[in-house]
């Protein structure tokens, strides 16, 4: 099958400038950059946005380290029938295990230091199959240290520092469902055991809570019974549609809510940060694209009497059409070709470049002691990768079509009129 003129005379002008004359070594010049800065767009598209799905990734799956997929909840409480709710919830196919709870406000008193917590009552046999609270305790403690009627609690790690105190100190807790004396109400009050630390990497837990066994935080909280059950679903990404189909199913007074909905603000951010930064960075694409338009447009002034020419011969406006945007269509490819391959190759390795430029350098960008981890997360995906390839292609293929335009209206003959 012949291969058409237009793209030979268009792949010819790409290529044009390794031999020949100086001027032609120039326009391949400025076709080379205009390659380069679509790449570098789109791999700086593809790095950035791999980076940030990375940390995404890192505190999402942290804060689902304390927090369950679901969590059934009544309002005011107790849950009525508590473990035949849970039996049923696990009978579905989409549950994996659920686990009572019981939840409440309190201030830790230690000196004169007081510090306000979320206190969370657990069941230490039923909590590690909604959880991974037991892979974060530290300080010597596992979960099933959490006894009943021991009154031993696990501090978040900050939050026991901010009130400096260690294992085996004694702690109190203030809550706010007082006793009715002569005097007016009386917050009560209750001397813990501090048994261990919660670290589970996101400060926002790691400070402000602290876990009871279930017995012993319903008996503070005077409860009467577990306020809800904290499900864990076979995939999370589903598990709006679960609590929602679960909320369907409870009685009134008992609602589901899933992790994305108690972290919305949160995610809502990030998603904004995401689409925010991916437009200031899609501006260096479109840089790459008026580089290809400049491009375009001085091989159209230089060519203008090959042009003519090819218009004498036979060729119509369309062939002419076709040859420069044949040119610009090479040049985008490539460029969103190299871009993706070099975004990808960084974004697997991004980890091993940065480490490197730590020790090259002697800095550290990613303090242990600060961000929890030691290297730099990425996580790519296929919904970023395609959508910035289509787009930035599509970018380059509309950067051709004027100066292409403006080829297929030149007139022969005023055209070598000067020839």
Do not use: C
Request: glycine content about 10%; proline content about 5%; overall charge neutral.
């Amino acid at each position: 099958m012949q291969t058409p003129f237009e793209f030979m005379i268009g792949l010819t002008y790409t290529r044009r400038g390794r031999r020949g004359r100086r001027r032609d070594g120039f326009m391949s010049f400025i076709s080379g950059i205009s390659v380069a800065s679509i790449a570098l767009g789109v791999a700086a598209l593809i790095i950035v946005l791999s980076v940030m799905n990375g940390f995404q990734k890192e505190v999402r799956d942290r804060m689902l380290s304390v927090i369950p997929h679901i969590e059934v909840t009544a309002i005011p409480g107790p849950l009525a029938d508590a473990d035949a709710l849970a039996a049923k919830l696990e009978a579905r196919d989409d549950v994996l295990a659920a686990a009572p709870y019981v939840q409440g406000q309190g201030l830790f008193s230690s000196g004169s230091v007081v510090r306000g917590a979320l206190v969370k009552g657990i069941d230490p046999a039923k909590e590690p199959g909604v959880s991974e609270i037991a892979q974060n305790i530290t300080g010597g403690a596992v979960l099933s240290d959490l006894t009943p009627k021991s009154f031993g609690v696990i501090l978040g790690r900050d939050l026991a520092r901010s009130l400096g105190v260690r294992t085996g100190d004694r702690i109190a807790l203030l809550v706010p469902q007082g006793s009715m004396t002569p005097a007016g109400l009386v917050p009560r009050m209750r001397q813990l055991t501090v048994i261990g630390y919660l670290a589970s990497g996101h400060y926002e837990y790691d400070s402000t809570m602290a876990l009871l066994n279930i017995e012993d935080a319903a008996a503070i909280f005077r409860t009467g019974g577990p306020q809800g059950l904290r499900l864990r679903t076979a995939d999370m990404y589903d598990a709006p549609y679960i609590a929602t189909s679960i909320a369907q199913t409870l009685d009134p007074g008992v609602y589901a809510a899933d992790w994305s909905r108690q972290n919305r603000t949160w995610f809502a951010a990030v998603q904004v940060e995401k689409r925010m930064m991916g437009i200031i960075l899609f501006l260096i694409v479109l840089v790459g694209a008026f580089g290809l338009v400049s491009t375009l447009v001085m091989t159209v002034k230089e060519k203008q009497s090959d042009i003519a020419i090819l218009r004498t011969l036979g060729a119509s406006r369309g062939s002419i059409l076709a040859i420069f945007m044949i040119q610009g269509t090479i040049v985008g490819a490539v460029g969103v070709a190299s871009g993706v391959a070099a975004g990808l190759l960084i974004s697997y390795n991004v980890g091993e470049i940065v480490s490197f430029i730590e020790s090259l350098m002697g800095v550290e960008f990613l303090p242990r002691e600060i961000y929890f981890i030691s290297n730099m997360p990425s996580d790519p995906r296929l919904s970023d990768i395609f959508p910035i390839s289509v787009f930035s292609f599509l970018l380059s293929l509309a950067a051709t079509l004027y100066p292409s335009w403006r080829a297929a209206r030149i007139h022969p003959a005023e055209a070598l009129r000067y020839e």
